[in-house]
T-cell receptor, first 113, second 113 residues
Framework: AQSVTQPDIHITVSEGASLELRCNYS??????LFWYVQSPGQGLQLLLK??????LVQGIKGFEAEFKRSQSSFNLRKPSVHWSDAAEYFC???????????FGTGTRLTIIP | KAGVTQTPRYLIKTRGQQVTLSCSPI?????VSWYQQTPGQGLQFLFE???????NKGNFPGRFSGRQFSNSRSEMNVSTLELGDSALYLC????????????FGQGTRLTVV
């Protein structure tokens, strides 16, 4: 069964600092990987996705993620965070033929001035 | 282009009652998935519909059911409500395969008292 681990429940960074959110997945074949962001009281917005090809994917809002098969990881990065990036971030995995998304438990990001 | 619309946004029900939640997908999208989000269990897949057929189902009791209409709008129903059913219920739509790019609505916040 596919699973996702986000080891960091809560991360605090200063505005303007760099950010890396960790995501590890467990799946036998090549997974489809996603990062979603959720602001309080809102639904989920897709930041970026990986299906195949280039292992470094660019997303919206200046985010990028790198797929590392050897480490079963898909970490999210941003070189300089803005106060508006404060939210909860979810990593998710899916696969061809399996229509459900399996989500990690999320990482809450706090930005300090 | 309008996004995914979920109604109502907030709902308060009493234990033992039943509830119906509605989801209107993005125009042209034929796949609709439902997720339950709680602080304790996180985001969990309920079911997915495509062209009025349930294509995948999560591990929820039979009290949770859904359907999809010919215009792709979907409803989910929860019968005999329990306190533990209190959650944010999220609907996501996609063009074809739900595991490629899902667009989420803002959710329906259900409180069972």
């Amino acid at each position: 069964a596919q699973s996702v681990t986000q080891p960091d429940i809560h991360i605090t960074v200063s505005e303007g600092a760099s950010l890396e959110l960790r995501c590890n997945y467990s799946y036998g074949a090549t997974p489809y990987l996603f990062w979603y962001v959720q602001s309080p009281g809102q639904g989920l917005q897709l930041l970026l996705k990986y299906f195949s090809g280039d292992t470094l994917v660019q997303g919206i809002k200046g985010f990028e993620a790198e797929f590392k098969r050897s480490q079963s990881s898909f970490n999210l990065r941003k070189p300089s965070v803005h106060w508006s990036d404060a939210a909860e971030y979810f990593c998710a995995v899916a696969s061809f033929g399996n229509e459900k998304l399996t989500f990690g438990t999320g990482t809450r990001l706090t930005i300090i001035p | 282009k309008a996004g995914v619309t979920q109604t109502p946004r907030y709902l308060i029900k009493t234990r033992g009652q039943q509830v119906t939640l509605s989801c209107s997908p993005i125009s042209g999208h034929r796949s609709v998935s439902w997720y339950q989000q709680t602080p304790g269990q996180g985001l969990q897949f309920l079911f997915e519909y495509f062209s009025e057929t349930q294509r995948n189902k999560g591990n929820f009791p039979g009290r949770f059911s859904g359907r999809q209409f010919s215009n792709s709008r979907s409803e989910m129903n929860v019968s005999t409500l329990e306190l533990g059913d209190s959650a944010l219920y999220l609907c996501a739509s996609s063009t074809d395969r739900a595991n490629t790019e899902a667009f989420f609505g803002q959710g329906t916040r259900l409180t069972v008292v």
